[in-house]
Every structure is written in structure tokens, then in C-alpha cells.
């Protein structure tokens, strides 16, 4: 079990300053990740935010550029809207989305099919977001060959757990992928698991929206590919 991690003082000033009133109760809400720092803010109305503190320049730098600009398109009950950001201490301040993580759940097959689908669909919309920027798509247009490059040290990782076979089979789809050519790009969630999916079962209760079953969370992988 990882330990509980404190929430700076100085970031809860600044939540309660952006928030307009004080924090009255903070949970850790990290992943199960070392790396991962997520803090759940109630106000003295009731009313959650989350604090999140990306783990690098470069996740908080995708993150925040995808709630400013695409993530909106979700509509305001499928994702979290960004209040504010602090770059010198990697920080975000969220809206609180309805719904629990899917894994956590215990969700039958027709539950998870409901998931799946929905989930698929805001990933659609985040593909039609919007045109890509040069440099998006310049980065879009290598992720295949970035894929292929990185087959060999997914394959060190991997070591006697496959056979030449395998290792081999592995290595001519790679060089497939350089063979491909040019392919549709967008932009794309990145880490679209079911811990970043959250799921109401009876949206009714929780939204004025009774089609709002799903939302998601977690734009700290966020890519065009």
C-alpha cells in the first residue's frame, strides 16, 4: 500500500485563493504510483475540486494545453474543466466530474460494455477535436516510426519470456510500420484505462444529463498520433 502523501501548504493557499473560499477536507487520491499526486479538495459548501501535481514538465505541458484547448469539446460532464494552472509547481486545478473509477466497480459484462462504448465514443470526439497544429502534426506523422524504434527496448524488457519466434514476430511488424505510409492523424487520450474512466451507474442521480453515464480523466498522456 503506498503512503498517504501531503498536500503542500502553498498549493492549498493557492487552490483556496482560486477557489474563492477555504478548504475544509483533503484526500489523497493518487493512483497507486509513486509518481502520482492527486489531492480531492472539499469546500465549505460541499462543492470537490482536485489538485494535481503532473509528475513532469512535459505531462504537465500536455495536460494543461489539452484542458485549455481540446478536452472542452467533451462537453462539461465528461471530463474535468481546468480553473487554473501553477507551471512553477507543475500544479492543476480541476472541476470534479461525476461518477467512480470503472475498475474499481465490480462492473458486470453488460455494465462494462456500456463503458467501452461510451468511453469510445469521447475518444472519438477528441480525434475530430480539431485540426492539428504544425507541430502536432509533425509529431503525429513520426509516432509510427517512433513505435517501431521503440520495439527493441520493449523487447529487452520483455527478455526470455519470448521465444526467437515471438521476438522475431514482433520485429517484422515493426518494420511494418515504417513501410505504412501516410495515415489519418489526430489527437488521441494516450492512457485511456479503465482507472481513468469513470462510470455512473444511475446518472440521474449525480447529473441533470440521465445520458451521462461516463467520463474521463487524465490528459497528462494526451498526443497526437
Known amino acids: 500500500m503506498s503512503q498517504t502523501k501531503p498536500l503542500p501548504a502553498a498549493l492549498q493557499r493557492w487552490a483556496e485563493q482560486r477557489i474563492g473560499g477555504p478548504v475544509v477536507s483533503v484526500r489523497d487520491a493518487s493512483h497507486d504510483w509513486d509518481r502520482s499526486r492527486v489531492w480531492d479538495l472539499e469546500g465549505e459548501r460541499g462543492v470537490h475540486h482536485y489538485l494535481k501535481v503532473s509528475p513532469s514538465v512535459k505531462f504537465f505541458t500536455r495536460e494543461s494545453r489539452a484542458y485549455r484547448h481540446i478536452v472542452p469539446a467533451l462537453g462539461h460532464t465528461r471530463a474535468p474543466h481546468l480553473?487554473?494552472?501553477r507551471a512553477q509547481d507543475l500544479a492543476l486545478l480541476l472541476t470534479a466530474v461525476p461518477g467512480a473509477p470503472a475498475k474499481e466497480l465490480g462492473?458486470?459484462?453488460?455494465?462494462?460494455?456500456?463503458v467501452h462504448q461510451q468511453a469510445g465514443a469521447l475518444c472519438a470526439r477528441l480525434h475530430e477535436a480539431g485540426e492539428l497544429d504544425r507541430g502536432d502534426r509533425v509529431e503525429a506523422e513520426a509516432s509510427l516510426n517512433a513505435a517501431a524504434d521503440g520495439a527493441e527496448?520493449?523487447?529487452?524488457?520483455?527478455?526470455d519470456r519470448l521465444n526467437q519466434d515471438e521476438q522475431q514476430r514482433i520485429r517484422d511488424h515493426a518494420a511494418r510500420l515504417r513501410r505504412v505510409g501516410p495515415v489519418p492523424v489526430g489527437y488521441i487520450h494516450g492512457d485511456n484505462h479503465a482507472r481513468n474512466i469513470l462510470y455512473t451507474p444511475d446518472a440521474a442521480d449525480e447529473?441533470?444529463?440521465?445520458?451521462?453515464f461516463v467520463a474521463v480523466i487524465d490528459?497528462?498522456?494526451f498526443v497526437s498520433a
Open 153 to 159: 527496448k520493449y523487447l529487452a524488457r520483455a527478455g
Open 107 to 114: 462492473l458486470d459484462v453488460a455494465e462494462w460494455r456500456t
Open 207 to 212: 447529473t441533470d444529463d440521465p445520458d451521462v
Open 83 to 85: 480553473i487554473d494552472s
Open 219 to 221: 490528459f497528462e498522456r
